[in-house]
């Protein structure tokens, strides 16, 4: 069954370095979305990409953030300067199509620890 | 304010018996309610997807109802299994349907022999 998946699965970096965390969508898949994690807390969302475009982000979205598709397989975010706060799991997901309601399908996370 | 909450925040329960979890939202316009599963540590995974004409849905063991006139939306789990133990996410959807989806904190279930 295609899944989403992402790498690495943890990523420990020091405070104000850059991190990329990957992700690949189902094939098929056009919506792609970055949520984060906290540990202990809710899921929250940080952007949808459509269309090689941001199509929604939330306040979290912040400069510090960027997502890019740079092939026709790979969706990555970036985060420029971490800071402390930024530790948590990262989901990425996808959905097939724009129509609504549809499945959204998670990747298994990666989890960001800022030192 | 868009907001999910969900009750009770833990559960721990025998294998083998049925459960009821809450969820109440305050989000609109409302287009859809998902309950999703979360194992330790993985991303969530879909149990059902309903939209404000729909009362009732079931998956398997999993049964969601939504009252969109009170706001609330229940998962019943029947005849839980050790691997039922998760946490089990409500998301509600306003505008497009798909995004933003706003997530309640979840309910931590534990089911034990």
């Known amino acids: ?115 | 304010k868009n907001q999910v909450e969900q009750s009770p925040q833990s559960l721990i329960i025998l294998e083998g018996k049925n459960c009821t979890l809450q969820c109440n939202y305050t989000v609109s316009p409302f287009s859809n309610l998902r309950w999703y599963k979360q194992d330790t540590g993985r991303g969530p995974v879909s149990l059902t997807i309903m939209t404000f004409s729909e009362n009732t849905k079931s998956n398997g063991r999993y049964t969601a109802t939504l009252d969109a006139d009170t706001k609330q939306s229940s998962l019943h789990i029947t005849a839980s299994q050790l691997s039922d133990s998760a946490s089990y996410i409500c998301v509600v959807s306003g505008n497009s349907g798909n995004t933003p989806l706003v997530f309640g904190k979840g309910t931590r279930l534990s089911v034990i022999a």
């Open chain 1, 1 to 115: 069954e295609p899944e989403v998946t992402q790498t690495p699965s943890h990523q420990v970096t020091q405070m104000g370095q850059e991190v990329i965390l990957r992700c690949v969508p189902i094939s098929n898949h056009l919506y792609f979305y970055w949520y984060r994690q906290i540990l202990g807390q809710k899921v929250e969302f940080l952007v949808s990409f459509y269309n090689n475009e941001i199509s929604e982000k939330s306040e979290i979205f912040d400069d510090q953030f960027s997502v890019e598709r740079p092939d026709g397989s790979n969706f990555t975010l970036k985060i420029r300067s971490t800071k402390l706060e930024d530790s948590a799991m990262y989901f990425c997901a996808s959905i097939e199509g724009g129509g609504a309601p549809n499945e959204q399908f998670f990747g298994p996370g990666t989890r960001l620890t800022v030192l």
